[in-house]
Nanobody, 124 residues
Framework: QVQLVESGGGLAQAGGSLRLSCAASGRTFSRYAMGWFRQAPGKEREFVTA????????YYADSVEGRFTISRDNAKSTVYLQMNSLKPEDTAVYYC?????????????????WGQGTQVTVSS
């Protein structure tokens, strides 16, 4: 098991930027692929982006491609989500997740460790 704590959420204006962090503790961080998901009110939790164990491979949802960047620092056991050109439709609770699978996945059920979430609100 790995414990995950997100931070960095808040309020931003449309066109602005926010950087989320997710600090991991417990098991060896570099053994986990990491993902970010988000859930808006009344909607299903959806995939945002994911990164492989060594950071060499990244995947993005079409809705955030070119605006969001995922990265990780295995020495600090932390994964980041840089969000630029924010839109009101990016408003959601953002969750960090860890997967022990050797393959990076866009599926929620591939991730067995979740953070508590951090709220991101984008005003128009």
């Amino acid at each position: 098991q790995v414990q995950l704590v997100e931070s960095g959420g808040g309020l931003a204006q449309a066109g602005g930027s926010l950087r989320l962090s997710c600090a991991a503790s417990g098991r060896t961080f570099s053994r986990y692929a990491m993902g970010w998901f988000r859930q808006a009110p009344g909607k299903e939790r959806e995939f945002v982006t994911a990164i492989s164990r060594n950071g060499g491979n990244t995947y993005y949802a079409d809705s955030v491609e070119g605006r969001f960047t995922i990265s990780r620092d295995n020495a600090k056991s932390t994964v980041y989500l840089q969000m630029n050109s924010l839109k009101p439709e990016d408003t959601a609770v953002y969750y960090c997740a860890a997967s022990a699978s050797p393959y990076v996945s866009r599926r929620r059920n591939a991730y067995d460790n979740w953070g508590q979430g951090t709220q991101v609100t984008v005003s128009s």
